[in-house]
């Protein structure tokens, strides 16, 4: 097993930053990769990015490109998503989950485990 926490969501005005932090423990040599999902209200759990655990290779949904940067630190075990421009459809629960292997990695049921979630609020 695998256990999930994430860290850092918060309220912040359109164009701000945070950034989210997700700490793994327990089996985590069983890794293939990790990603960050989110769930705004009435709509289905989105992909948000994913990052390979061993060679960083990343992957990210069009409308983040280039405002959202997805990062790990392996000694720490813990992944990153840097949100930088953020605009208020960017609101959303995110979640963090990992996977002991995937095809795309893009959607959430190729994923193993799931955090809790944290909140991130965008204002205009």
């Known amino acids: 097993q695998v256990q999930l926490v994430e860290s850092g969501g918060g309220l912040v005005q359109a164009g701000g930053s945070l950034r989210l932090s997700c700490a793994a423990s327990?089996?985590?040599?069983?890794?293939?990769?990790m990603g960050w999902f989110r769930r705004a209200p009435g709509n289905e759990r989105d992909f948000v990015a994913r990052i390979t655990w061993n060679n960083g290779i990343t992957y990210y949904k069009d409308s983040v490109k280039g405002r959202f940067t997805i990062s790990r630190d392996n000694a720490k075990n813990t992944m990153y998503l840097q949100m930088n421009s953020l605009k208020p459809e960017d609101t959303a629960v995110y979640y963090c989950a990992a996977a002991n292997g995937y095809e795309r990695g893009i959607s959430y049921y190729e994923y193993d485990y799931w955090g809790q979630g944290t909140q991130v609020t965008v204002s205009s």
């Open positions: 327990g089996r985590t040599f069983s890794m293939y990769a």
